[in-house]
């Protein structure tokens, strides 16, 4: 089973479109996140979800919406995509008390 | 708020050599230290962590050493191994907060 699973893995899309990406964890974590990889690879927090209420929304564009329907799901929604919104977005999950465990990535590239 | 720097940024060494990774943090108040490995492709997985009421910690061909008083911390990989090869990110954070990232250092390990 996965432990933290985001969809989709790659998402090819215009400027303008509005996209959206799931994330699940079955760890039983409280908290969970939001990072950006850009193409030199700096990991950058963007929100951070502690029993689906929202605890960090770091200096992000508000484009950018997550939505934390219960503690186990955290999603991205991005309204009007730029060319300067393509990287790696990744979800993560802890107790809050440790290390992260990340989902396997969406790779978002807007043309 | 919490800055993290990490040295070097890229790092060749060959198999079965030692590789160092070193990072500074700003925030004194910052107590735990993970590091990650990412494969090209995949997701950052944790690979060791250090909590401040220890100075290092061992697993294996893996260590990590801890310094409160110069804020600096590092990584030690010993007989390096060519699956090795990986970018290794440091991180900072006061327990509860989010994970504040270091640059990464790619490490190429030659065979």
């Known amino acids: 089973d996965t432990a933290v699973s985001q969809t989709p893995k790659y998402l090819v899309t215009q400027m303008g479109n509005d996209k959206s990406i799931k994330c699940e964890q079955n760890l039983g974590h409280d908290t969970m996140y939001w990072y950006k990889q850009d193409s030199k690879k700096f990991l950058k927090i963007m929100f951070s979800?502690?029993?689906?209420?929202?605890?960090i929304n770091e200096t992000v564009p508000n484009r950018f919406s997550p939505k934390s329907p219960d503690k186990a799901h955290l999603n991205l929604h991005i309204n009007s995509l730029e060319l300067g919104d393509s990287a790696v977005y990744f979800c993560?999950?802890?107790?809050?008390?440790?290390?992260?465990?990340f989902g396997s990535g969406t790779r978002l590239t807007v043309v | 708020g919490e800055n993290v720097e990490q040295h070097p940024s890229t790092l060749s060494v060959q198999e079965g050599d030692s590789a160092v990774i070193k990072c500074t943090y700003s925030?004194?108040?910052?107590?735990?230290f993970p590091w990650y490995k990412q494969e090209l492709g995949k997701r950052p997985q944790l690979i060791i962590d250090i909590r401040s009421n220890v100075g290092e910690k061992k697993d294996q061909r893996i260590a990590v050493t801890l310094n409160k008083t110069a804020k600096h911390f590092s990584l030690h990989i010993t007989e390096t191994q060519p699956e090795d090869s990986a970018v290794y990110f440091c991180?900072?954070?006061?327990?509860?907060?989010?994970?504040?990232f270091g640059t990464g250092t790619r490490l190429q390990v030659f065979p």
């Open positions: 993560a999950s802890s107790t809050g008390t440790g290390g992260y465990t």
């Open positions: 991180a900072a954070s006061i327990i509860t907060d989010k994970l504040i």
């Open positions: 925030d004194s108040a910052s107590n735990y």
């Open positions: 979800y502690n029993n689906k209420e929202l605890i």
